[in-house]
Each structure stands twice: as structure tokens, then as C-alpha cells.
């Protein structure tokens, strides 16, 4: 069965500090890979997706980035984080294809200070 | 625009009253809507994806219907451990805002 791994579960960055957010999955290959984020209280907003190693489509601009360095790893990342940039991260895979559902991660809480 | 927009916000039933939530979209060309469950602080859980007007599909208490402008859960009987938010989104993904269901023993 297939699993998907996110961490840290809980972080918390001054303004102005890098991040680094990791993504895996397990028991699948050559998914299709999301990143979201989830204000308080509002809904889920995609950030990136991947359908494949080394591509990255951005819906949003940001100063965030996303990589995927192998086939079931994604990475988010800033290089100097903002205060709005505090929210519930979510990694999620889905089989290729763009209009298949999506599985989630356990999400990350990040508070920026 | 592609657009989703769920009701009502907030929901609060006693045990064993059934209700249905509501999801209304509006997209050119619909290839799936999906419904999730997602409890406090962590990642949604995928439910179900309905493809086309007229589909319905169960999952315990649980139904999910599909017309051509809208999707209803349909709770029956529902118990505490239904308290949740449900989420409709469809394509890659547009999300609603969700449901906050919280069922009263």
C-alpha cells in the first residue's frame, strides 16, 4: 500500500529564516506530487505540482519554491520567510494524470514569527 | 472561473439526526469531484470521487450524490466520530472551504 511521509510535523521560524519541508512517498512510482497550504479556517490553496522529476508548475506566486530531486521526494523551500507565510503545509501524490484524486500527507504546521 | 463553494459552514447535529451537506461548483468540463473528511490537525482523508450526474456512492453512514451544478453528503444517523470538516474539491484541485460538522452525543 501506498504511504506518504511529511516533516517536520511542527516548526517554527523566525521572519527572514530559510525553510525546508520534505515529501515522500512510498509504494508507488512516477507520481504526480502537490504541495498546499492551509490558512486557519479557510480552504486549501494548491502551491505546486510535479509530475515528474525535476518539474514544477507554481499556481501561485510567492516566494516560496518547490523542487523534486527524485521521483517520490518534493521539497518546499524559501529562502527568507515571511509572516503570511505561516499555515498547515500538505504534500499530497496521485496517480498520473490530472483529474485523479489526491492522497495527503500528515501536514506540517509552520509558524513564522 | 472554476469555483466551489460549499454550505453550510458550520453544522451541528445531535446523534442520529441525519442531514446532508451541500457543494455547488461551477467548471467547464467536470472530471471528477471528490469529497474528503479531515479532522483537526491533520492531512484530509480521501472518501470518494464521483464522475457524472446521477452517480451516487456509499461509505458507511455516508453518501455522495452528483447532479450537474452540485454534490450533497448525505449523513444518516450520524455518530460523534462523524464530527469532522468534509471538503469538495474537483480538477487538480479547486477546494470549498468546507463543512465543520460536529455531532452531539
Known amino acids: 500500500s501506498q504511504t506518504i511521509h511529511q516533516w517536520p510535523a511542527t516548526l517554527v521560524q523566525p521572519v527572514g529564516s530559510p525553510l525546508s519541508l520534505e515529501c515522500t512517498v512510498e509504494?508507488?512510482?512516477?507520481?504526480?506530487l502537490y504541495w498546499y497550504r492551509q490558512a486557519a479556517g479557510r480552504g486549501l490553496q494548491l502551491l505546486f505540482y510535479?509530475?515528474?522529476?525535476?518539474?514544477i508548475s507554481s499556481e501561485v506566486p510567492q516566494n516560496l519554491s518547490a523542487s523534486r530531486p527524485q521521483d517520490r521526494q518534493f521539497i518546499l523551500s524559501s529562502k527568507k520567510l515571511l509572516l503570511s507565510d505561516s499555515g498547515f503545509y500538505l504534500c499530497?501524490?496521485?496517480?498520473?494524470?490530472?483529474?485523479?484524486?489526491?492522497?495527503f500527507g500528515p501536514g506540517t504546521r509552520l509558524t513564522v514569527l | 472561473e472554476d469555483q466551489v463553494t460549499q454550505s453550510p459552514e458550520a453544522l451541528r447535529l445531535q446523534e442520529g439526526e441525519s442531514s446532508s451537506l451541500n457543494c455547488s461548483y461551477t467548471?467547464?468540463?467536470?472530471?471528477?469531484l471528490f469529497w474528503y473528511r479531515q479532522d483537526p490537525g491533520k492531512g484530509p482523508e480521501f472518501l470518494f470521487t464521483?464522475?457524472?450526474a446521477g452517480e451516487e456512492k456509499e461509505k458507511e453512514r455516508l453518501k455522495a450524490t452528483l447532479t450537474k451544478k452540485e454534490s450533497f453528503l448525505h449523513i444518516t444517523a450520524p455518530k460523534p466520530e462523524d464530527s469532522a470538516t468534509y471538503l469538495c474539491?474537483?480538477?487538480?484541485?479547486?477546494f470549498g472551504t468546507g463543512t465543520r460538522l460536529l455531532v452531539s452525543p
Open positions: 499530497a501524490w496521485s496517480v498520473t494524470g490530472y483529474y485523479n484524486e489526491q492522497f
Open positions: 509504494g508507488t512510482s512516477n507520481p504526480n
Open positions: 510535479s509530475v515528474g522529476i525535476g518539474q
Open positions: 467548471v467547464s468540463g467536470l472530471r471528477g
Open positions: 464521483l464522475y457524472s
Open positions: 474539491g474537483f480538477q487538480k484541485l479547486v
